[in-house]
């Protein structure tokens, strides 16, 4: 792919997506390094495009997904404060015990839960992550769920 080629469709893509690097967490030259990774092109090719080095745009994708990772994590520090359901679920507590504890708490503020409860294990054991061993929550949760329905897992005591 020739190097002007790649660099117009990416701009073009980033037009078209409304990309918009005053509101954004990230930096033009992030969103274009990004773009280009989701479409497949090797760092090396992005390089060349670019007009600079391989490990340059290493550390751009680098930094680039350090901001993503951060922004989710504020979107969903954000929905945790507004949850009016929030349910701590203590190291040790048995995962299939999670969805009753949950429901009761939803049932008391009238809200409602679109998942079964193993959907809603699911949800659990993935948004937690390491948090979750086998059947075991390991580390201390805070489930939170949206008036909307939506459910937020969080580590309790994360203090990033």
């Not at 037009?15 to 390094?33: C, K, M, N, Y």
């Amino acid at each position: 792919m020739e190097a002007i080629a790649v660099i117009d469709e990416t701009e073009e893509l980033l037009e078209e997506i409304g990309f918009d690097a005053e509101t954004s967490v990230l930096t033009h030259r992030q969103a274009q390094v990004l773009a280009l990774r989701e479409r497949g092109v090797s760092q090396a090719d992005i390089a060349d495009a670019l007009g600079t080095s391989r490990a340059n745009v290493s550390s751009i994708e680098s930094s680039a997904r350090e901001n993503l990772a951060k922004a989710r994590e504020t979107v969903a520090f954000a929905e945790a404060l507004r949850a009016p359901v929030r349910v701590r679920v203590p190291a040790g507590t048995d995962l299939y015990d999670v969805p009753q504890l949950v429901y009761d708490a939803c049932d008391e503020q009238g809200v409602k839960v679109d998942h079964t409860a193993p959907d809603l294990m699911k949800v659990v054991s993935d948004a937690a992550g390491s948090a979750v061993s086998g059947r075991e929550v390991s580390t201390p949760l805070i489930v939170g769920v949206t008036s909307e329905g939506m459910v937020r897992v969080r580590h309790q005591d994360r203090r990033e």
